[in-house]
Nanobody, 132 residues
């Protein structure tokens, strides 16, 4: 069975850091772009970052650049999201999602698919709460 399992969320103070993990199973890791999106109550889904596991190409949402870092460990079939300088507006449920494809074009497609719908796989999410 295909699974994406997120972990690492929690409560952190403003300015703090968290590292989220997304463990993938049931599909060929290198064949997919895996990324993170978040959703806060009453707000629209927002793309955070994604990575092409075949070549390491990454892309970040504008408000995350310089604060968040996405990476992957092929040996562990895991994608990480290092989040630094967290702010209260980062509070949300964070989900990882996978879409089949490789390279820069697949990165663009992942981002488009996030908003259009039709992502191949996604997890159940992990809650990040940033206190003031």
């Amino acid at each position: 069975d295909v699974q994406l399992v997120e972990s690492g969320g929690g409560l952190v103070q403003t300015g703090g850091s968290l590292r989220l993990s997304c463990v993938a199973s049931g599909f060929t890791f290198d064949d997919y772009v895996i990324g993170w999106f978040r959703q806060a109550p009453g707000k629209e889904r927002e793309g955070v970052a994604c990575i092409s596991n075949s070549d390491g190409t990454t892309y970040y949402g504008d408000s995350m650049k310089g604060r968040f870092t996405i990476s992957s460990d092929k040996a562990k079939n895991t994608v990480y999201l290092q989040m630094d300088s967290l702010q209260p507006e980062d509070t949300a449920d964070y989900f990882c999602a996978a879409d089949k494809g490789q390279g820069a074009q697949a990165i663009v497609l992942w981002w488009w698919t996030l908003h259009r719908g039709g992502m191949d796989y996604w997890g159940k999410g992990t809650l990040v709460t940033v206190s003031t």
